[in-house]
């Protein structure tokens, strides 16, 4: 079952603020969080895992609430660098060591200056 | 550092031929992953590998073979293309064998193959 992210694009200005959803009707293990800028490879921004933790590197985080099965992606003071499609990928309870993720359909930031 | 290499970068096919995407890494990875992504869409897994000699079908293997010989190698074979296979094609691999986070280990993406079938 394919994740739902929210929302399917968003515009700020750069220094703006940005939260991107992702939302599984399924019981996850884990979320991972890539960001693709247009016509080159996915890269890794960080993974949660279920217990509900939260993560977070320079001005990026994200939230895992494992009650609502949803995870949160927050960009702060948003930089003309963060511009690109993020995309959540689930990993389901039970097959946690394949790594067999669904990912959602993406999030496109567009930041201007 | 390599990383993950695709070749060919660009391939026209026309319907009925056959070909190859070749994927290799150089990190050590025991997990390698074929994705197909459509134009604004996400990624869908086509097959995936835990090992050599060892692979499982994803969510969309219809059309598709793969091998894993070696730990470094995972091509991806395709039989009598069709139109709708027509996609950008990225090959992943993650989890170190001797890593001791087991469960938290990113996917490491190649640059890609931009693929049209014609």
């Known amino acids: 079952q394919q994740p739902v992210q929210s929302p399917q694009a968003v515009i700020l200005r750069e220094g703006e603020d940005a939260v991107i959803n992702c939302s599984s009707s399924?019981?996850?293990?884990?979320v991972h969080w890539y960001r693709q800028k247009h016509g080159e490879a996915p890269v890794f921004l960080m993974i949660?895992?279920?217990?509900?933790e939260q993560k977070g590197h320079d001005k990026i985080s994200a939230s895992f609430n494992e009650k609502k099965q949803q995870s949160s992606l927050y960009l702060t003071a948003s930089q003309l660098s963060y511009s690109g499609t993020y995309f959540c990928?689930?990993?389901?309870?039970?097959?946690?060591?394949?790594?067999?993720?669904?990912f959602g359909q993406g999030t496109r930031l567009t930041i201007n200056p | 550092n390599a990383g993950v290499t695709q070749t060919p970068k660009f391939r026209i096919l026309k319907i009925g031929q056959s070909m190859t995407l070749q994927c290799t890494q150089d990190?050590?990875?025991?997990?390698m992953y074929w994705y197909r992504q459509d134009p604004g869409m996400g990624l869908k897994l086509i097959y995936y590998s835990v090992g050599a000699g060892i692979t499982d079908k994803g969510e969309v293997p219809n059309g598709y073979n793969v091998s894993r010989s070696t730990t470094e190698d995972f091509p991806l074979r395709l039989e009598l293309a069709a139109p709708s296979q027509t996609s950008v094609y990225f090959c992943?691999?993650?989890?170190?064998?001797?890593?001791?986070?087991?469960?938290?280990?990113?996917?490491?993406f190649g640059d890609g193959t931009r693929l049209s079938i014609l």
């Open positions: 949660l895992l279920k217990g509900g």
């Open positions: 399924k019981a996850l293990y884990s």
């Open positions: 992943a691999s993650s989890y170190p064998s001797s890593g001791t986070d087991f469960f938290n280990q990113p996917q490491h």
């Open positions: 990190m050590n990875h025991n997990y």
């Open positions: 990928g689930t990993s389901p309870l039970g097959i946690q060591g394949a790594q067999k993720l669904v």
